[in-house]
């Protein structure tokens, strides 16, 4: 073994379903996006379902015909266009599809068909400034999509936003400023059922950010959204665990070589981190493409199991130690792990 990822599904399921629990009444649209931050998309879609998500979201419309073509016909949402996105493909797999901005709600329209009309979920920019309709360019948005449902080319389904999950207040600001685009849009005569803007930082802690619908996504891989507190403190598991094994190439006194290294997702550039052998901590001294030098637990036999992160109930460093090791954000470590290490799905 190099290194392999271990997917829990089982764990994976617990989350989803205490997130589901978290939303209720508002539904869960889980985001899958980049390969479901790295554990594999098309193998924890069906998970998600069943554990009470009513709909996935992808980033970009590909994403999304994958998972049709993979047999999952729930609501899928996809928001990432380009110019040269493939509309009339979206339109034809079902894929419900986020518009920001004119241009691509003339596309969308134009790739439908009265018998075959595209669905869509208006954006709303509440302060994030990642596209999205600017307030003052919200009610010429609505109009255009207005008069595009009248012809029958189009269904708006929702209202969106995302929020910058920078603090309390600024998601207070961004809610006050959905809520206005809602009245905007309700007197121009579209009131869509699917309003959301939560992810998983506020659709953790603000009830008033669930409205119909919370786009969790991070959460359900067992990392928290938040800096003070950890997964583990939310009552989720990991997912992911990061396994090698000690190599017998020859190391240092008193240090050891695992058999992953940058190439395989462990962080280059961490300080102080820390791997797990035989349930002894061992700190992380050098990070090579394919080798990282360890210092040695106590009688180290080549062979032994390594785990980099996973697993932080038993003790072992959590993808959130390594973020902070890292100074980046757990998301970064778990789809930091690249596709060339194999996923091997437990549970
Ligand atoms: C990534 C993403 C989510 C999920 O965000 P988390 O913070 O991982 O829960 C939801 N909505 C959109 C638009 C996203 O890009």
Redesign the pocket.
Known sequence: MTAVAVIDRAAFARNVRRLVERAAPAEVML?I?ADA?GHGMLDLAPVALAAGARSL?V?EIPAALALREAGIDCRLFA?LHGTGSDFAAAIAAGIDLGVSAPWQLDAIASAASTARPARVHLKIDTGLRRNGALPEQWPALVRQARELAETGRIVIDGIWS?LA?ASVEADDAAIAVFEAAIATAEALGVSPPLRHLA???A?WREPRARFDLV?????AYGVS?FDDRSGLDLGLEAVMTLRTTVMDAAAPSGRSWIAAGYADGVPAAAQGAEVSIDGHRCAVEAVEVDRTLVVSPPSVEPGAVVTVFGEPAAGVPSAEDWARWSRTIG?EILTGVPARVPRSAVG
Request: net charge neutral.
């Open positions: 985001a996006k931050y979201a980033l928001w995302h999950d992810a998983s930082s659709g786009r969790f996504g991070i959460a959204p998301d």
